[in-house]
Every structure is written in C-alpha cells, then in structure tokens.
C-alpha cells in the first residue's frame, strides 16, 4: 500500500464560474491559474503521483511551459492515472477536502464525485469529497482563494 497527500490553492479572480473535479460550477469569482486552475484536480494529482513518489504536477507539467497554458487539468489527471497503472497499482480510495465560502460543495458534491470515479475508472464509492469553510478567516475565509487536500491510496496488484 502506498499513500500520497495532494494541497493545492488558487487565488480567486473576476469571473463567474470555477473549475472543480473538471466541472464548471457557477461561482461570484474565476480562479486564477496557468492551466484551467482545477485547484482539486490538482491537489489529487499531487497525491497520486506522491503516493508513487514520482514528485508533484510541476514537475510533470510546469507552469512556465506554454504548451500548459489554460489546458484541461483532466489530462494531468489522467497522466496520473497512468503512472498508478504503469506501476502496477489500483486507487483504493480518494479523501478531499475543498475549502472555500463559495461555491457550497454540498450542492455539486456527487456530479463532483461522479465525473472523477469517470475518469480515474473507480467507483464513486472510492471518493469522498467533503465542503469545508474557513469561517470567514484568512484569505479562503475572504473569498480570495479556494484550496485542497487530498489523499490517495494505492494498492499493489498482485
């Protein structure tokens, strides 16, 4: 068995609407990133590829490249996904806590759910996505930004 733990946040901009678990979700506010900014994309694919010890999503897909200019999270996902297949493991399960005032998780939580276990090919039993707020507190708490933590198992296939 192996685990992997996956942070991320993005800073919040003008727009309507985030990107999470590679959905659009009506939001007071855009996140600003070089990517799609998925902030909880991200973070799971940092745990996957920790849980493999094979570094975070820079070192894969670095900021400074143009070729991931505003490109869809759901491909470093995926890459993430194949590294755990390559390897010869199975995700066991995901555990990931968004944090943010807005949008309210509990509202988007199973289309959440549903569009990951999609394309990890799991069963949405094996993620659990959980809404947090930081009261009010901190930049998070100000609707400045939206951050993640996730955690991955593996499992070795025998």
Known sequence: MRIGLGYDIHATEVGNEVVLGGL??????????????DVLIHAITDALLGALALGDIGTFF?????????????????????????????LVNLDCNIICEQPKIGLHRES?????????????????????TKEKLDAVGKQKAIEVHAIALLSKLS
Do not use: C, M, W
């Open 112 to 132: 959440i759910q549903k569009n990951l276990a999609k394309l990890l090919e799991v069963n949405i039993d094996q993620i659990s996505i959980k809404g947090k």
């Open 62 to 90: 670095p900021d400074t490249s143009t070729k991931n200019k505003n490109r869809d999270s759901s491909e470093f996902l995926l890459f993430a996904k194949n590294k755990i297949t390559e390897q010869n493991y199975v």
């Open 24 to 37: 659009s979700i009506a939001a007071p506010f855009a996140l600003k990133g070089h990517s799609d900014a």
